[in-house]
């Protein structure tokens, strides 16, 4: 293994990124809420919070049912990851309800994580990477780990990627060597 490699997989890496967690909003309809209006929502409330939402904008299948409590998860991308924005009723008064949106961790896809390592060691090695190959999917739980290899050239070295924390629905980790 070369020593650029070698004395990268000592680092501790870092994926870092930041959230919202909860904040309740207003938007008017009869019997349901357009899942555009919703989607528009989560996109200004989420930007007015600095988070970066992945081409502007959040994805909802069906209208939102206006009857307080009820409840749909649409989902949204930051930094390449899968985010749910949790959306529930908690008013009703004639065309106006009002909801709140809160963030949920979704796991990192193992083709996003495998991306993700590969670039971080490129960049702190300063060596091209070849291949990165991942176990899974990393769950959005703190302590959570997956192996994964890097390989640059002939060389290769096992890491493990871990969950650090999860905020805002985004899942921080760091990599490091096994």
Not at 25 to 43: F, G, K, N, R, Y
Not at 53 to 69: E, Q
Not at 150 to 173: C, H, K, M
């Given at each position: 293994?070369?020593?650029?490699?070698?004395?990268?997989?000592?680092?501790?890496?870092?994926?870092?990124?930041?959230?919202?967690?909860?904040?309740?909003?207003?938007?008017?309809?009869?019997?349901?809420?357009?899942?555009?209006?919703?989607?528009?929502?989560?996109?200004?409330?989420?930007?007015?919070?600095?988070?970066?939402?992945?081409?502007?904008?959040?994805?909802?299948?069906?209208?939102?049912?206006?009857?307080?409590?009820?409840?749909?998860?649409?989902?949204?991308?930051?930094?390449?990851?899968?985010?749910?924005?949790?959306?529930?009723?908690?008013?009703?008064?004639?065309?106006?309800?009002?909801?709140?949106?809160?963030?949920?961790?979704?796991?990192?896809?193992?083709?996003?994580?495998?991306?993700?390592?590969g670039s971080l060691v490129a960049q702190n090695a300063g060596v091209p990477i070849d291949a990165t190959t991942c176990d899974g999917d990393l769950a959005p739980t703190t302590g959570?780990?997956?192996?994964?290899?890097?390989?640059?050239?002939?060389?290769?070295?096992?890491?493990?990627?871990?969950?650090?924390?999860?905020?805002?629905?985004?899942?921080?980790?760091?990599?490091?060597?096994?």
């Amino acid at each position: 293994m070369n020593a650029t490699l070698r004395s990268l997989a000592r680092l501790g890496l870092v994926a870092a990124a930041t959230g919202t967690v909860l904040f309740g909003t207003t938007a008017c309809s009869l019997a349901s809420v357009p899942a555009d209006s919703v989607e528009q929502q989560i996109v200004s409330k989420l930007g007015a919070q600095g988070v970066s939402l992945d081409n502007g904008k959040a994805d909802c299948a069906t209208d939102l049912d206006a009857t307080v409590g009820a409840s749909q998860t649409c989902e949204f991308h930051s930094g390449g990851q899968p985010v749910g924005a949790v959306v529930t009723v908690t008013a009703v008064d004639g065309d106006n309800v009002s909801f709140d949106i809160t963030t949920e961790p979704r796991p990192v896809p193992k083709a996003l994580l495998q991306d993700t390592v590969g670039s971080l060691v490129a960049q702190n090695a300063g060596v091209p990477i070849d291949a990165t190959t991942c176990d899974g999917d990393l769950a959005p739980t703190t302590g959570q780990a997956v192996g994964c290899r890097v390989t640059s050239g002939e060389d290769s070295i096992d890491v493990r990627a871990t969950v650090t924390e999860v905020q805002g629905g985004l899942v921080n980790f760091d990599v490091e060597q096994v």
